[in-house]
C-alpha cells in the first residue's frame, strides 16, 4: 500500500517526499486527468493525497471519483495557505453521497 501526492506546489511535494509520500505537480485539468489516470493503472496506490487548489482544478471530476471508485481513496488535504474551511468541504461531500444537503 502506497501514499500518492497530487499537489498545486513544489513545498508541499518536497515536504512530503521528506515523509517517503511520492507525488506530482498539477497545474491544469489536463494534468490532473492524466496524473489520476496514471494513478489508477497503479494498484500499488491505495491512498491519494491531494490539496485543496489541486482539487479545485475539476471538483465535479474528483468527486465523481471519489463516490463512484472503491479505489484508491482520495483526501483532500488543505493547501499551504489553508484557503478553506475543511469542515465545509466535508460538508458538501456528504451531502453530494446521500443526495441531503447536512
Known sequence: ??????????????????????????????????EMERIFENEKIAIVLITTIALNLDIDYIYDLK????SP???EIPDRHDSVNIGEVINQYISAAIGVKV
Not at 506546489?9 to 511520492?22: A, E, F, H, K, P
Not at 463516490?67 to 472503491?70: A, E, I, M, S
Open 67 to 70: 463516490l463512484n471508485r472503491t
Open 1 to 34: 500500500m502506497e501514499l500518492y501526492l497530487l499537489s498545486d506546489n513544489v513545498d508541499t511535494q518536497v515536504g512530503m517526499r521528506l515523509v517517503g509520500i511520492d507525488g506530482s505537480i498539477v497545474h491544469t485539468k489536463e494534468e490532473l486527468h492524466t
Open 73 to 75: 481513496l482520495i483526501v
